[in-house]
């Protein structure tokens, strides 16, 4: 299941119910997993081998099958692998590259093998939030 984070469902609910404005972040970042960061991002990322979170930047909100969703705007390739990144399986829509808050996470559809001298890679359009009736749903495809 995807989903939002805790994080962010409490700032959403703080917005429109408390009236507690909270700042949007400057720049989101794409971060890969090797298990699923759960709403409390308590997964775990890849760390070292190259590896860096990617900005990502997204489409204004469309309707796609009744759906709401945005997609991101490139494509965006992390580094060449340095070293076994291992089987990526999540990824987290981050507001920091290295900490900041965890605002999305979804399990990638078909999880992908990264070793030395692999290239992790989303196409434009391949990161996607939806929300699905009333539910924020996220998606994601590495190439």
Known sequence: M???STWLAG?????????????????LFLRLY???????????EVQGGGYVPQ????????????????????EIRFP????DWGNISHFTIHTAATGGNMLAFAAVDIP???ETGDEAKALP????????????VASGTLA
């Open 2 to 4: 995807s989903t939002v």
């Open 80 to 83: 060449v692998a340095t070293a």
């Open 55 to 74: 900005q990502i930047s997204f489409t204004a909100p469309t309707v796609v099958d009744g759906n709401i969703e945005i997609a991101n705007t490139a």
């Open 34 to 44: 090797i298990s699923d960061p759960t709403m409390q991002d308590t997964g775990t």
């Open 112 to 114: 992908k093998l990264i």
């Open 11 to 27: 700032r959403m609910l703080d917005h429109f119910f408390r009236n507690t404005a909270t700042a949007p972040s400057a720049q």
């Open 125 to 136: 359009e391949h990161v996607k939030i939806r929300i699905v009736g009333n539910t924020p």
